[in-house]
């Protein structure tokens, strides 16, 4: 999937990554896609509900040799 922008995530624990993404997300254009890797197993249902409550659209999700690749779409 094509991105705009990456955020390596590993090794950070709940909250971090959530709070990175929506940093990176303020300094994005509308459309724009992030995608973030992160290793914390939180992190699947925080990006879900961040998507949720913020209104980007997560695109993606996947998990590979425990990691967790996910693609926002800045609202």
Not at 24 to 38: C, E, H, R
């Amino acid at each position: 999937m094509n991105f705009d922008k990456e955020l390596d995530a590993r090794g950070l624990n709940c909250p971090l990554p959530i709070l990175r993404a929506k940093k990176a997300l303020t300094d994005m254009q509308s459309g724009q896609v992030l995608k973030i890797v992160a290793t914390d197993p939180g992190s699947v249902k925080d990006f879900q509900a961040f998507a949720k409550q913020t209104g980007n659209d997560l695109l993606q999700q996947a998990e590979a040799e425990k990691e967790f690749v996910f693609f926002l779409k800045r609202k």
